[in-house]
């Protein structure tokens, strides 16, 4: 993966996971591997208008952003948030390889246990696989995430109030594991240049 600048499918993503929010207007072409990023900012908040990632004062994030999104001339509508919080019950897991069906359901019990905690949203990313020790049978590495559906339900209610096309939520864990993927970090590309994408 490579670092660009210029114009293409753009989306506008968020990172809410304090007052300070992130913005990024950009484009993945996934093709070439290439990210296209065309502007960043940070938006100012009060200091408790986002605790612990989750959104509570939805008001004046819509006016801040609102305000920032006119002077950076923003006009993009798909939007994809990234977020962290103790809300978020993140485990990682060596499950066997099977059909997808399964290893949701899998994943599900795994991160929520018994329980059928109709409450909360699970989901999971494969990251890689590595062998058992004892069987060498395959194993995938897996990131699973369960986030309560009130607080989901919060930032699509705050993304219909800004008129935004909702696109993705994410981690932050997840989202940059995604981004780095057999990319810039495990290249051969010095870490050095990838400082701007840590940011």
Request: proline share 2%; aromatic share 6%; glycine share 8%.
């Amino acid at each position: 993966m490579a670092l660009s600048f210029g114009s293409g499918n753009q989306s506008l993503v968020l990172d809410m996971s304090s007052s300070d929010l992130k913005l990024a207007v950009g484009a993945y072409n996934h093709k070439t591997g290439v990210v296209y990023l065309e502007k960043a900012g940070i938006v100012p908040l009060e200091s408790d208008a986002i605790t612990d990632g989750q959104i509570t004062d939805s008001f004046g994030i819509v006016m801040a952003l609102k305000h920032a999104m006119a002077k950076l001339d923003v006009r993009q509508k798909n939007c994809i948030i990234t977020t962290e919080g103790s809300f978020m019950h993140t485990r990682d897991l060596e499950l066997p390889k099977v059909k997808g069906d399964q290893l949701k359901d899998m994943v599900k019990y795994e991160i929520m246990g018994q329980g059928s905690n109709k409450d909360m949203n699970v989901d999971y990313v494969v990251y890689g696989t590595t062998r058992d020790a004892e069987t060498n049978a395959e194993k995938l590495l897996i990131r699973a995430t369960a986030v309560p559906n009130e607080t989901i339900s919060d930032f699509r209610d705050f993304l219909k109030n800004m008129d935004f096309v909702p696109v993705a939520m994410d981690a932050n864990a997840n989202a940059v594991r995604k981004l780095f993927n057999g990319g810039i970090i495990n290249g051969n590309v010095n870490i050095s240049q990838s400082t701007l994408l840590l940011i």
